[in-house]
Protein backbone atom coordinates (compact mmCIF):
# COMPACT_ATOMS: atom_id res chain seq x y z
CA UNK A 1 0.00 0.00 0.00
CA UNK A 2 2.92 2.44 0.79
CA UNK A 3 4.10 1.77 -3.05
CA UNK A 4 1.33 2.45 -4.44
CA UNK A 5 0.83 5.62 -2.36
CA UNK A 6 4.52 6.73 -3.39
CA UNK A 7 3.33 6.23 -7.24
CA UNK A 8 -0.03 8.21 -6.73
CA UNK A 9 1.97 11.03 -5.08
CA UNK A 10 4.55 10.89 -7.97
CA UNK A 11 2.12 10.70 -10.58
CA UNK A 12 0.11 13.52 -9.36
CA UNK A 13 3.18 15.70 -8.77
CA UNK A 14 3.52 15.68 -13.22
CA UNK A 15 2.50 18.74 -14.95
CA UNK A 16 0.41 16.95 -17.45
CA UNK A 17 -1.27 13.38 -17.29
CA UNK A 18 -3.03 11.87 -20.31
CA UNK A 19 -6.99 11.68 -20.25
CA UNK A 20 -6.66 7.87 -19.65
CA UNK A 21 -4.31 8.32 -16.59
CA UNK A 22 -6.40 10.76 -15.19
CA UNK A 23 -8.88 8.89 -15.18
CA UNK A 24 -7.34 5.54 -13.80
CA UNK A 25 -5.83 8.32 -10.98
CA UNK A 26 -9.47 9.15 -10.25
CA UNK A 27 -10.61 5.51 -10.00
CA UNK A 28 -7.57 4.87 -7.66
CA UNK A 29 -8.26 8.02 -5.39
CA UNK A 30 -12.10 7.59 -5.43
CA UNK A 31 -11.44 3.61 -3.82
CA UNK A 32 -9.07 4.69 -1.31
CA UNK A 33 -11.26 7.87 -0.34
CA UNK A 34 -8.32 10.25 -1.01
CA UNK A 35 -10.72 12.04 -3.17
CA UNK A 36 -12.27 13.76 -0.11
CA UNK A 37 -8.60 15.28 0.57
CA UNK A 38 -9.24 18.56 -1.55
CA UNK A 39 -4.91 18.25 -2.57
CA UNK A 40 -5.72 15.10 -4.58
CA UNK A 41 -9.19 16.37 -5.91
CA UNK A 42 -7.04 19.67 -6.89
CA UNK A 43 -4.61 17.44 -8.77
CA UNK A 44 -7.30 15.64 -10.54
CA UNK A 45 -9.29 18.62 -11.51
CA UNK A 46 -5.73 20.06 -13.07
CA UNK A 47 -5.19 17.61 -15.33
CA UNK A 48 -8.90 17.23 -16.38
CA UNK A 49 -9.17 20.68 -17.26
CA UNK A 50 -5.63 20.44 -19.50
CA UNK A 51 -7.44 17.25 -21.37
CA UNK A 52 -11.07 19.60 -21.80
CA UNK A 53 -12.90 17.78 -19.85
CA UNK A 54 -14.56 19.95 -17.51
CA UNK A 55 -17.75 17.60 -17.18
CA UNK A 56 -15.69 15.19 -15.14
CA UNK A 57 -13.52 18.03 -12.95
CA UNK A 58 -16.82 19.77 -12.35
CA UNK A 59 -18.29 16.16 -10.61
CA UNK A 60 -15.31 15.40 -8.53
CA UNK A 61 -15.36 19.52 -7.49
CA UNK A 62 -19.25 18.63 -6.97
CA UNK A 63 -18.50 15.45 -4.89
CA UNK A 64 -15.43 17.03 -2.85
CA UNK A 65 -16.82 18.12 0.53
CA UNK A 66 -13.87 20.08 2.17
CA UNK A 67 -12.85 22.66 -0.53
CA UNK A 68 -9.74 24.72 -0.11
CA UNK A 69 -8.95 27.56 -1.99
CA UNK A 70 -6.56 25.61 -4.47
CA UNK A 71 -9.84 23.46 -5.13
CA UNK A 72 -11.90 26.54 -5.97
CA UNK A 73 -8.89 27.99 -7.89
CA UNK A 74 -8.20 25.08 -10.33
CA UNK A 75 -11.89 24.63 -10.96
CA UNK A 76 -12.75 28.76 -11.41
CA UNK A 77 -9.85 28.70 -13.82
CA UNK A 78 -10.36 25.45 -15.69
CA UNK A 79 -13.83 27.41 -16.71
CA UNK A 80 -11.85 30.97 -17.51
CA UNK A 81 -9.30 29.07 -19.42
CA UNK A 82 -11.88 27.20 -21.79
CA UNK A 83 -13.73 30.61 -21.83
CA UNK A 84 -16.80 29.19 -20.58
CA UNK A 85 -17.14 32.53 -18.19
CA UNK A 86 -20.75 32.55 -17.35
CA UNK A 87 -19.66 29.27 -15.35
CA UNK A 88 -16.13 30.44 -14.08
CA UNK A 89 -18.06 33.88 -12.75
CA UNK A 90 -20.99 31.53 -11.26
CA UNK A 91 -18.34 29.78 -8.81
CA UNK A 92 -16.60 32.60 -8.00
CA UNK A 93 -19.87 34.01 -6.27
CA UNK A 94 -20.48 30.64 -5.20
CA UNK A 95 -17.04 30.76 -3.23
CA UNK A 96 -17.92 34.19 -1.79
CA UNK A 97 -20.63 32.96 -0.12
CA UNK A 98 -18.51 30.18 0.79
CA UNK A 99 -16.53 29.92 4.21
CA UNK A 100 -13.51 29.58 1.76
CA UNK A 101 -12.31 33.03 0.60
CA UNK A 102 -11.14 33.86 -2.59
CA UNK A 103 -6.93 34.88 -2.27
CA UNK A 104 -5.04 36.83 -5.11
CA UNK A 105 -4.76 34.58 -7.32
CA UNK A 106 -8.67 33.51 -7.51
CA UNK A 107 -8.93 37.54 -7.93
CA UNK A 108 -6.14 37.06 -10.70
CA UNK A 109 -7.65 34.76 -12.77
CA UNK A 110 -11.44 36.27 -12.28
CA UNK A 111 -10.11 39.67 -13.65
CA UNK A 112 -8.18 38.34 -16.73
CA UNK A 113 -11.67 36.52 -17.45
CA UNK A 114 -13.41 39.59 -17.68
CA UNK A 115 -10.90 41.32 -19.35
CA UNK A 116 -11.08 37.97 -22.51
CA UNK A 117 -14.74 38.84 -21.93
CA UNK A 118 -14.70 42.42 -22.53
CA UNK A 119 -16.93 42.77 -19.22
CA UNK A 120 -15.94 46.23 -18.00
CA UNK A 121 -18.57 46.42 -15.57
CA UNK A 122 -17.30 42.92 -14.10
CA UNK A 123 -13.79 44.22 -13.99
CA UNK A 124 -15.00 47.23 -12.03
CA UNK A 125 -16.99 45.19 -9.45
CA UNK A 126 -13.89 42.87 -8.96
CA UNK A 127 -11.37 45.59 -8.55
CA UNK A 128 -14.09 46.61 -5.47
CA UNK A 129 -13.58 43.04 -4.00
CA UNK A 130 -9.96 43.22 -4.48
CA UNK A 131 -10.02 46.57 -2.16
CA UNK A 132 -12.62 45.22 0.22
CA UNK A 133 -10.48 42.19 0.49
CA UNK A 134 -7.36 44.30 1.43
CA UNK A 135 -5.45 43.12 -1.78
CA UNK A 136 -5.59 45.98 -3.44
CA UNK A 137 -1.63 46.57 -3.17
CA UNK A 138 -0.80 42.63 -4.19
CA UNK A 139 1.72 42.59 -7.02
CA UNK A 140 0.10 39.34 -8.51
CA UNK A 141 -3.56 41.14 -8.31
CA UNK A 142 -2.07 44.51 -9.61
CA UNK A 143 -0.55 43.05 -12.46
CA UNK A 144 -3.93 41.23 -13.77
CA UNK A 145 -6.05 44.84 -12.79
CA UNK A 146 -2.64 46.86 -14.67
CA UNK A 147 -3.36 44.11 -17.64
CA UNK A 148 -6.81 43.82 -17.49
CA UNK A 149 -7.80 47.50 -17.98
CA UNK A 150 -5.11 48.17 -20.72
CA UNK A 151 -6.47 45.50 -22.82
CA UNK A 152 -9.91 47.03 -22.66
CA UNK A 153 -8.88 50.48 -23.30
CA UNK A 154 -8.74 52.19 -20.06
CA UNK A 155 -4.89 52.35 -19.87
CA UNK A 156 -5.31 55.52 -17.24
CA UNK A 157 -6.75 53.71 -15.10
CA UNK A 158 -4.11 51.16 -15.37
CA UNK A 159 -1.68 53.86 -14.25
CA UNK A 160 -3.65 54.93 -11.52
CA UNK A 161 -3.34 50.99 -10.18
CA UNK A 162 0.35 50.80 -11.31
CA UNK A 163 1.14 53.97 -9.15
CA UNK A 164 -0.35 52.59 -6.20
CA UNK A 165 1.95 50.27 -5.78
CA UNK A 166 5.38 51.44 -3.61
CA UNK A 167 7.89 48.96 -4.96
CA UNK A 168 6.07 47.73 -8.40
CA UNK A 169 8.15 43.87 -9.06
CA UNK A 170 8.93 43.18 -12.58
CA UNK A 171 5.84 41.77 -13.78
CA UNK A 172 4.11 44.94 -13.07
CA UNK A 173 6.37 46.86 -14.50
CA UNK A 174 5.75 44.67 -18.02
CA UNK A 175 2.48 44.73 -17.41
CA UNK A 176 1.91 48.60 -17.54
CA UNK A 177 5.06 48.83 -20.63
CA UNK A 178 2.37 45.66 -22.64
CA UNK A 179 -1.15 48.30 -21.68
CA UNK A 180 0.64 51.27 -23.12
CA UNK A 181 1.33 49.08 -25.84
CA UNK A 182 -1.94 47.23 -26.48
CA UNK A 183 -3.89 50.60 -26.15
CA UNK A 184 -1.29 52.19 -28.76
CA UNK A 185 1.09 54.27 -26.49
CA UNK A 186 4.48 53.65 -27.86
CA UNK A 187 5.76 57.04 -26.54
CA UNK A 188 4.36 56.73 -22.93
CA UNK A 189 5.51 52.99 -22.79
CA UNK A 190 9.23 54.03 -24.07
CA UNK A 191 8.75 57.10 -21.22
CA UNK A 192 8.10 54.22 -18.63
CA UNK A 193 11.16 51.85 -19.70
CA UNK A 194 13.31 54.42 -19.31
CA UNK A 195 11.97 55.82 -15.78
CA UNK A 196 12.21 51.75 -15.15
CA UNK A 197 16.23 51.66 -15.79
CA UNK A 198 16.35 54.86 -14.35
CA UNK A 199 14.95 52.99 -10.75
CA UNK A 200 17.74 50.39 -11.34
CA UNK A 201 15.26 47.62 -12.47
CA UNK A 202 16.46 45.16 -15.62
CA UNK A 203 13.97 44.61 -17.85
CA UNK A 204 13.84 40.72 -19.06
CA UNK A 205 12.59 39.46 -22.44
CA UNK A 206 8.82 40.16 -21.72
CA UNK A 207 9.49 44.24 -20.98
CA UNK A 208 11.52 43.87 -24.71
CA UNK A 209 8.16 42.36 -25.94
CA UNK A 210 5.82 44.43 -24.61
CA UNK A 211 7.86 47.57 -25.94
CA UNK A 212 8.81 46.29 -29.21
CA UNK A 213 5.37 45.17 -30.13
CA UNK A 214 3.83 48.99 -29.79
CA UNK A 215 6.05 49.99 -32.27
CA UNK A 216 3.50 49.27 -35.17
CA UNK A 217 3.72 52.27 -37.72
CA UNK A 218 6.26 52.50 -39.98
CA UNK A 219 7.85 56.03 -38.90
CA UNK A 220 8.83 54.18 -35.63
CA UNK A 221 11.44 52.25 -37.19
CA UNK A 222 14.43 53.86 -36.48
CA UNK A 223 13.06 53.53 -32.47
CA UNK A 224 12.73 49.96 -33.22
CA UNK A 225 15.97 49.30 -34.38
CA UNK A 226 17.36 51.27 -31.55
CA UNK A 227 15.40 48.73 -29.27
CA UNK A 228 17.11 45.88 -31.51
CA UNK A 229 20.22 47.23 -30.74
CA UNK A 230 19.30 47.25 -27.12
CA UNK A 231 18.44 44.19 -26.94
CA UNK A 232 21.94 42.98 -28.74
CA UNK A 233 23.59 44.60 -26.26
CA UNK A 234 22.00 42.55 -23.43
CA UNK A 235 22.63 39.54 -25.38
CA UNK A 236 18.46 39.29 -25.87
CA UNK A 237 18.38 38.87 -29.30
CA UNK A 238 18.29 34.96 -29.33
CA UNK A 239 15.31 34.35 -27.22
CA UNK A 240 12.88 33.00 -29.32
CA UNK A 241 9.77 34.71 -28.59
CA UNK A 242 12.14 38.62 -28.71
CA UNK A 243 13.48 37.76 -32.12
CA UNK A 244 9.59 37.06 -33.31
CA UNK A 245 8.27 40.03 -32.40
CA UNK A 246 11.82 41.92 -33.96
CA UNK A 247 10.93 39.89 -37.12
CA UNK A 248 7.15 41.26 -36.98
CA UNK A 249 8.54 44.59 -36.20
CA UNK A 250 10.48 44.88 -39.47
CA UNK A 251 8.34 43.30 -41.43
CA UNK A 252 4.93 45.52 -40.40
CA UNK A 253 7.81 48.33 -41.29
CA UNK A 254 8.62 47.03 -44.28
CA UNK A 255 12.26 46.71 -43.57
CA UNK A 256 12.28 42.85 -44.59
CA UNK A 257 15.97 42.53 -44.95
CA UNK A 258 16.36 42.97 -41.64
CA UNK A 259 13.52 40.86 -40.53
CA UNK A 260 15.16 37.91 -42.76
CA UNK A 261 18.38 39.20 -40.85
CA UNK A 262 16.70 38.35 -37.26
CA UNK A 263 14.63 35.54 -38.71
CA UNK A 264 18.18 33.73 -39.80
CA UNK A 265 19.52 33.96 -36.56
CA UNK A 266 16.65 31.99 -35.07
CA UNK A 267 17.14 28.38 -34.16
CA UNK A 268 13.69 26.98 -34.15
CA UNK A 269 11.62 29.95 -35.06
CA UNK A 270 8.01 29.06 -33.92
CA UNK A 271 4.57 29.79 -36.25
CA UNK A 272 3.83 33.14 -34.92
CA UNK A 273 7.45 34.46 -36.35
CA UNK A 274 6.84 32.45 -39.84
CA UNK A 275 3.95 33.92 -40.05
CA UNK A 276 5.14 37.68 -39.31
CA UNK A 277 8.08 36.64 -42.27
CA UNK A 278 5.27 35.50 -44.90
CA UNK A 279 3.26 38.37 -43.88
CA UNK A 280 5.28 41.31 -44.26
CA UNK A 281 6.26 40.03 -47.95
CA UNK A 282 2.54 39.10 -48.81
CA UNK A 283 1.78 42.89 -47.46
CA UNK A 284 4.65 44.34 -49.25
CA UNK A 285 3.66 43.00 -52.85
CA UNK A 286 6.03 40.39 -52.96
CA UNK A 287 3.59 37.35 -53.05
CA UNK A 288 6.20 35.04 -54.66
CA UNK A 289 8.36 35.15 -51.70
CA UNK A 290 5.43 34.69 -48.78
CA UNK A 291 4.51 31.64 -51.25
CA UNK A 292 7.85 30.48 -51.27
CA UNK A 293 8.58 30.94 -47.53
CA UNK A 294 4.98 28.99 -46.89
CA UNK A 295 6.47 26.13 -48.56
CA UNK A 296 9.32 25.97 -46.88
CA UNK A 297 7.77 26.36 -43.49
CA UNK A 298 5.03 23.14 -44.57
CA UNK A 299 8.60 21.57 -45.24
CA UNK A 300 9.81 21.91 -41.72
CA UNK A 301 6.63 20.35 -40.56
CA UNK A 302 5.02 23.61 -39.15
CA UNK A 303 1.07 23.94 -39.91
CA UNK A 304 -0.43 27.18 -41.04
CA UNK A 305 -3.35 28.85 -39.14
CA UNK A 306 -6.32 30.61 -40.16
CA UNK A 307 -4.76 34.15 -40.41
CA UNK A 308 -1.92 33.05 -41.82
CA UNK A 309 -3.74 31.23 -44.54
CA UNK A 310 -5.97 34.26 -45.41
CA UNK A 311 -2.79 36.60 -45.79
CA UNK A 312 -1.23 33.97 -48.14
CA UNK A 313 -4.81 33.65 -50.20
CA UNK A 314 -4.73 37.28 -50.34
CA UNK A 315 -1.23 37.56 -51.48
CA UNK A 316 -2.03 35.51 -54.09
CA UNK A 317 -5.42 37.22 -55.28
CA UNK A 318 -2.09 40.04 -55.93
CA UNK A 319 -0.77 37.82 -58.10
CA UNK A 320 -4.29 36.81 -60.03
CA UNK A 321 -2.78 33.40 -60.82
CA UNK A 322 -5.03 31.08 -60.08
CA UNK A 323 -2.22 28.08 -59.70
CA UNK A 324 -0.92 29.07 -56.12
CA UNK A 325 -4.17 29.70 -54.72
CA UNK A 326 -5.74 26.77 -56.02
CA UNK A 327 -2.88 24.87 -53.85
CA UNK A 328 -3.72 26.71 -51.22
CA UNK A 329 -7.57 25.72 -51.33
CA UNK A 330 -5.64 21.66 -51.35
CA UNK A 331 -4.06 22.78 -48.34
CA UNK A 332 -7.04 24.23 -46.71
CA UNK A 333 -9.35 21.54 -47.44
CA UNK A 334 -6.71 18.77 -46.59
CA UNK A 335 -6.53 20.12 -42.62
CA UNK A 336 -9.63 20.76 -42.46
CA UNK A 337 -9.68 24.85 -42.57
CA UNK A 338 -12.82 24.92 -44.84
CA UNK A 339 -15.16 25.58 -42.42
CA UNK A 340 -13.08 28.86 -40.99
CA UNK A 341 -15.01 32.33 -42.16
CA UNK A 342 -11.64 34.25 -43.14
CA UNK A 343 -10.01 31.10 -44.91
CA UNK A 344 -13.70 30.55 -46.77
CA UNK A 345 -13.90 34.55 -47.54
CA UNK A 346 -10.19 34.70 -48.43
CA UNK A 347 -11.01 32.01 -50.93
CA UNK A 348 -13.79 34.02 -52.30
CA UNK A 349 -12.18 36.97 -52.78
CA UNK A 350 -8.77 35.22 -54.44
CA UNK A 351 -10.74 33.40 -56.62
CA UNK A 352 -12.88 36.25 -57.84
CA UNK A 353 -9.80 38.18 -58.52
CA UNK A 354 -8.33 35.51 -60.31
CA UNK A 355 -10.86 35.62 -63.31
CA UNK A 356 -12.98 32.59 -61.26
CA UNK A 357 -15.93 33.88 -59.94
CA UNK A 358 -18.17 30.88 -60.39
CA UNK A 359 -15.12 28.97 -58.01
CA UNK A 360 -15.40 31.72 -55.42
CA UNK A 361 -19.48 31.59 -55.47
CA UNK A 362 -19.09 27.64 -55.30
CA UNK A 363 -16.91 28.41 -52.09
CA UNK A 364 -19.73 30.51 -50.53
CA UNK A 365 -22.58 27.94 -51.00
CA UNK A 366 -20.17 25.57 -49.35
CA UNK A 367 -20.18 27.72 -46.03
CA UNK A 368 -22.35 26.75 -43.88
CA UNK A 369 -22.33 29.36 -41.44
CA UNK A 370 -22.15 33.00 -43.01
CA UNK A 371 -21.10 36.10 -41.58
CA UNK A 372 -20.95 39.62 -42.84
CA UNK A 373 -17.31 38.94 -44.33
CA UNK A 374 -18.44 36.13 -46.04
CA UNK A 375 -21.37 37.89 -47.90
CA UNK A 376 -19.01 41.35 -48.24
CA UNK A 377 -16.57 38.57 -50.13
CA UNK A 378 -18.97 37.46 -52.65
CA UNK A 379 -20.58 40.87 -53.76
CA UNK A 380 -17.23 42.19 -54.19
CA UNK A 381 -16.70 39.39 -56.58
CA UNK A 382 -19.78 39.52 -58.36
CA UNK A 383 -19.11 43.40 -58.56
CA UNK A 384 -15.47 43.32 -60.19
CA UNK A 385 -16.87 41.00 -62.71
CA UNK A 386 -19.68 43.99 -63.55
CA UNK A 387 -22.39 41.73 -62.39
CA UNK A 388 -24.38 44.45 -60.34
CA UNK A 389 -27.82 43.03 -59.89
CA UNK A 390 -26.55 39.41 -59.07
CA UNK A 391 -24.49 41.46 -56.00
CA UNK A 392 -27.87 43.35 -55.03
CA UNK A 393 -29.67 40.18 -54.53
CA UNK A 394 -27.08 39.00 -52.16
CA UNK A 395 -27.08 42.26 -50.32
CA UNK A 396 -30.95 41.81 -50.17
CA UNK A 397 -30.22 38.15 -48.90
CA UNK A 398 -27.74 39.23 -46.32
CA UNK A 399 -30.53 41.46 -45.00
CA UNK A 400 -33.12 39.13 -45.17
CA UNK A 401 -30.82 36.87 -42.73
CA UNK A 402 -30.85 39.33 -40.06
CA UNK A 403 -26.96 39.93 -40.88
CA UNK A 404 -25.92 44.02 -40.60
CA UNK A 405 -23.87 45.49 -43.29
CA UNK A 406 -20.82 47.07 -42.57
CA UNK A 407 -18.23 50.05 -44.24
CA UNK A 408 -16.78 47.17 -46.11
CA UNK A 409 -20.28 46.36 -47.39
CA UNK A 410 -20.94 49.49 -48.84
CA UNK A 411 -17.59 49.71 -50.48
CA UNK A 412 -18.19 46.35 -52.00
CA UNK A 413 -21.84 47.72 -53.04
CA UNK A 414 -20.13 51.25 -54.33
CA UNK A 415 -17.58 49.34 -56.35
CA UNK A 416 -20.14 46.61 -58.27
CA UNK A 417 -22.01 50.32 -59.45
CA UNK A 418 -18.80 52.14 -60.49
CA UNK A 419 -18.18 48.87 -62.54
CA UNK A 420 -21.71 48.79 -64.02
CA UNK A 421 -22.27 52.70 -64.61
CA UNK A 422 -24.98 52.51 -62.18
CA UNK A 423 -24.88 55.99 -60.87
CA UNK A 424 -28.67 55.93 -59.95
CA UNK A 425 -28.22 52.91 -57.65
CA UNK A 426 -24.65 54.44 -56.54
CA UNK A 427 -26.78 57.47 -55.20
CA UNK A 428 -29.18 55.74 -53.68
CA UNK A 429 -26.94 53.05 -51.45
CA UNK A 430 -24.90 56.21 -50.40
CA UNK A 431 -28.05 57.41 -48.91
CA UNK A 432 -29.22 54.31 -47.51
CA UNK A 433 -25.44 53.64 -45.92
CA UNK A 434 -25.89 57.21 -44.26
CA UNK A 435 -29.40 57.26 -43.50
CA UNK A 436 -30.72 53.76 -43.13
CA UNK A 437 -27.72 52.41 -41.31
CA UNK A 438 -25.77 55.10 -39.71
CA UNK A 439 -22.38 54.54 -41.24
CA UNK A 440 -20.25 57.46 -41.91
CA UNK A 441 -18.85 57.67 -45.57
CA UNK A 442 -15.19 56.66 -45.31
CA UNK A 443 -12.72 58.03 -48.00
CA UNK A 444 -13.05 55.00 -50.16
CA UNK A 445 -16.85 55.87 -50.17
CA UNK A 446 -16.36 58.81 -51.55
CA UNK A 447 -14.22 58.30 -53.94
CA UNK A 448 -16.80 55.47 -55.57
CA UNK A 449 -19.48 58.33 -55.26
CA UNK A 450 -17.66 60.87 -57.55
CA UNK A 451 -16.43 58.29 -60.03
CA UNK A 452 -20.10 57.73 -60.20
CA UNK A 453 -20.74 61.15 -60.83
CA UNK A 454 -18.40 62.08 -62.86
CA UNK A 455 -18.36 59.01 -65.55
CA UNK A 456 -22.40 59.78 -65.69
CA UNK A 457 -21.35 62.87 -66.98
CA UNK A 458 -22.41 64.51 -63.68
CA UNK A 459 -18.93 66.57 -63.01
CA UNK A 460 -20.15 70.18 -62.65
CA UNK A 461 -22.50 68.17 -59.46
CA UNK A 462 -18.89 66.04 -58.51
CA UNK A 463 -17.00 68.85 -58.17
CA UNK A 464 -19.67 70.91 -55.93
CA UNK A 465 -19.88 67.66 -54.30
CA UNK A 466 -16.18 67.55 -52.85
CA UNK A 467 -15.84 71.43 -51.90
CA UNK A 468 -18.96 70.71 -49.64
CA UNK A 469 -16.64 68.22 -47.74
CA UNK A 470 -14.86 69.48 -44.32
CA UNK A 471 -11.37 70.14 -45.32
CA UNK A 472 -8.77 68.31 -45.88
CA UNK A 473 -10.39 66.59 -48.49
CA UNK A 474 -8.36 63.40 -48.86
CA UNK A 475 -6.09 63.54 -52.19
CA UNK A 476 -7.72 60.27 -53.79
CA UNK A 477 -11.10 61.94 -53.73
CA UNK A 478 -9.72 65.05 -56.46
CA UNK A 479 -8.03 62.31 -58.04
CA UNK A 480 -11.18 60.32 -58.87
CA UNK A 481 -12.35 63.41 -60.15
CA UNK A 482 -9.56 64.47 -62.50
CA UNK A 483 -9.68 61.01 -64.02
CA UNK A 484 -12.70 61.26 -64.49
CA UNK A 485 -12.57 64.78 -66.42
CA UNK A 486 -9.40 62.87 -68.07
CA UNK A 487 -11.90 60.29 -69.59
CA UNK A 488 -14.25 62.95 -71.13
CA UNK A 489 -11.99 65.71 -72.04
CA UNK A 490 -12.93 68.29 -69.36
CA UNK A 491 -10.19 70.39 -69.80
CA UNK A 492 -10.93 73.30 -67.94
CA UNK A 493 -12.07 71.37 -65.09
CA UNK A 494 -8.94 68.54 -65.05
CA UNK A 495 -6.70 71.93 -64.91
CA UNK A 496 -8.23 73.35 -61.66
CA UNK A 497 -8.49 70.36 -60.07
CA UNK A 498 -4.83 69.18 -61.01
CA UNK A 499 -3.29 72.32 -60.50
CA UNK A 500 -4.57 71.98 -56.29
CA UNK A 501 -3.32 68.32 -56.48
CA UNK A 502 0.04 69.74 -57.89
CA UNK A 503 0.17 72.23 -55.25
CA UNK A 504 -0.66 69.76 -52.26
CA UNK A 505 1.58 66.79 -53.25
CA UNK A 506 4.53 68.16 -55.64
CA UNK A 507 6.05 64.78 -55.00
CA UNK A 508 3.30 62.98 -56.67
CA UNK A 509 3.51 62.23 -60.96
CA UNK A 510 0.68 60.50 -61.42
CA UNK A 511 -1.57 64.29 -61.75
CA UNK A 512 0.92 65.53 -63.60
CA UNK A 513 0.52 62.80 -66.41
CA UNK A 514 -3.35 62.58 -66.46
CA UNK A 515 -3.17 66.44 -67.13
CA UNK A 516 -0.62 66.38 -69.42
CA UNK A 517 -2.84 63.55 -71.26
CA UNK A 518 -6.06 66.07 -71.22
CA UNK A 519 -3.88 68.76 -72.48
CA UNK A 520 -2.90 66.11 -75.24
CA UNK A 521 -6.37 65.20 -75.97
CA UNK A 522 -6.71 68.99 -76.47
CA UNK A 523 -4.36 69.57 -78.71
CA UNK A 524 -2.27 71.53 -76.36
CA UNK A 525 1.20 69.57 -77.28
CA UNK A 526 3.26 72.67 -75.77
CA UNK A 527 2.32 72.44 -72.69
CA UNK A 528 1.58 68.97 -72.93
CA UNK A 529 5.32 68.66 -73.17
CA UNK A 530 6.06 71.65 -70.61
CA UNK A 531 4.76 69.60 -68.17
CA UNK A 532 6.38 66.20 -68.93
CA UNK A 533 10.10 67.80 -69.41
CA UNK A 534 9.10 69.13 -65.90
CA UNK A 535 9.08 66.15 -64.13
CA UNK A 536 12.51 64.89 -62.26
CA UNK A 537 13.84 61.34 -62.25
CA UNK A 538 11.83 60.52 -59.44
CA UNK A 539 8.98 61.03 -60.62
CA UNK A 540 9.05 58.99 -63.72
CA UNK A 541 6.90 56.28 -63.40
CA UNK A 542 8.64 52.46 -64.45
CA UNK A 543 7.71 51.73 -68.06
CA UNK A 544 4.89 48.97 -67.61
CA UNK A 545 5.92 45.14 -69.04
CA UNK A 546 3.29 42.06 -70.09
CA UNK A 547 4.10 38.42 -70.07
CA UNK A 548 2.19 38.32 -73.17
Known sequence: MCIQFRSLLLELSRLHQRLSKTQQLHALITKTHLSHDPFYATRIIR??????????????????????????????????????????????????????????????????????????????????????????????????????????GFVDEARLVFNCIGDPDLVLWNSMVSGYGFCGYWDKGLELFSLMRSEGKKPDGYTLVGLISSLVDPSLLEIGQGVHGFCLKLGFDSIAHIGSVLVSMYSRCKCLDSALQVFGSLSQPDL????????????????????????????????????????????????????????LHCYVLRHGFESEIMVSSALIDMYSK?????????????????NTVSYNSVISGLGLHGLASEAFEIFKEMLEKGFEPGESTFSALLCACCHSGLAKEGR?????????????????????????????????????????????????????????????????????????????????????????????????????????????????????????
Not at 354 to 370: A, N, Q, T
Request: glycine share 8%.
Open 428 to 548: EYFRRMKDEFGISPRIEHYVYLIKLLGMAGELEEAYSFIQSLPEPVDSSVWGALLSCCDALGNSELAEVIAHKLIEDKPEESRYRVMLSNVYAGDGRWDEAKKLRDGMNAEMRKMAGISWI
Open 47 to 152: FYAINHDLFSARNLFDETPHRSVYLWNSIIRAYATAHKFTDAFSLFKQMLCSETKPDNFTFACILRGCAENSDVLGLRLVHGGVVVSSLGLDHIVSSALVAGYSKL
Open 272 to 327: VTWSALITGFAQSGNSEKSLMFFKKMSAEGKKADPILLASLLAATAQLAIVGPGSE
Open 354 to 370: CGFLRLGIKVFDSILER
